[in-house]
Nanobody, 124 residues
Framework: VQLVEPGGGLVHAGDSLILSCVVSGRTLILYTIGWFLQAPGKGRELVAV??????????ADSLKCRFTISSSRENAKKTVNLQMNSLKPEETAVYYC????????????????WGRGTQVTVYS
């Protein structure tokens, strides 16, 4: 399984940004796919996860009103998008796409596969 996160970038506080994660390889073994963030000097935190079929989502409580996770499939690749609205400077972080083959580990901070991460910088 490979996860690639094109995108990221520099945005002004209050702006919106969409992050994409392109998942390829043995995608059928995946149970959940999601996003984590790691702010400077802090640990990695769950942002949102979505079930492989797209029917179930889960968000960090502080972000669920402004962030939306979605997924789509085209041929052998799956794309998982994270729509981020009204971004705040404290959400400046490296955002990682991740995937798990079993239920329940991503809300606990774990995953079986990780992308390299993409930098999002929010300036005021």
């Amino acid at each position: 399984v490979q996860l690639v996160e094109p995108g990221g970038g520099l945005v002004h506080a209050g702006d919106s940004l969409i992050l994409s994660c392109v998942v390829s390889g043995r995608t059928l073994i995946l149970y959940t796919i999601g996003w984590f963030l790691q702010a400077p000097g802090k640990g990695r935190e769950l942002v949102a996860v979505i079930s492989s079929g797209g029917g179930t989502t889960r968000y960090a409580d502080s972000l669920k009103c402004r962030f939306t996770i979605s997924s789509s499939r085209e041929n052998a690749k799956k794309t998982v998008n994270l729509q981020m609205n009204s971004l705040k400077p404290e959400e400046t972080a490296v955002y990682y796409c991740a995937a798990a083959t079993v239920m329940g580990i991503m809300p606990l901070g774990g995953a079986d596969y990780w992308g390299r991460g993409t930098q999002v910088t929010v300036y005021s």
